[in-house]
């Protein structure tokens, strides 16, 4: 239904309107994904992934300098001496996302069942958010609870 939605407002150029575009947001069922489809997935990972960030940070008052941004597909999470920078963004034309993280180096995320996973080692995008950023904000963590984290929310 988004889709067909999603297609009318492209073949007519005309402005949606605000019901049309709540329409588009919902949920994408597992499987791959195509280019229409992955636009809206992968936004709505990094909005929630950029939200998450955004409390833990707060919460974490040790990180004083710590500082999360996100713009144009791209979400970058300062953390400071001696902790590093994630960068977290889109990669369009392979229908990805990229990972950059001081602790486990780049990875290049595919769709796959729901949720973000590396296929080199099965690992998906938020479980290893999950393993890696408790260190750093010294709280527990649930990446799972973000969009297309392929668990429940």
Known sequence: MAIVSLQVYLKTFTKPTKK?????????????LTPLTYEQVCNDTLDSLSEYFEE????????????????DGVLTVQFGVPYGTYVINRQVPNLQIWLSSPISGPKRYDFHNGCWMYRHDG???HELLNQEIPNIVNQDVDFFRCAYSGKSK
């Not at 329409?23 to 597992?30: A, D, Y």
């Not at 833990?56 to 713009?71: F, P, T």
Request: no cysteine; hydrophobic share 40%; net charge negative.
């Open 20 to 32: 049309e575009m709540e329409v588009v947001h919902v949920h994408h069922e597992p499987g791959p």
């Open 56 to 71: 833990l940070v707060e919460k974490a008052s040790h990180l004083k300098s710590a500082d999360v941004s996100y713009s």
């Open 123 to 125: 690992v998906s995008l």
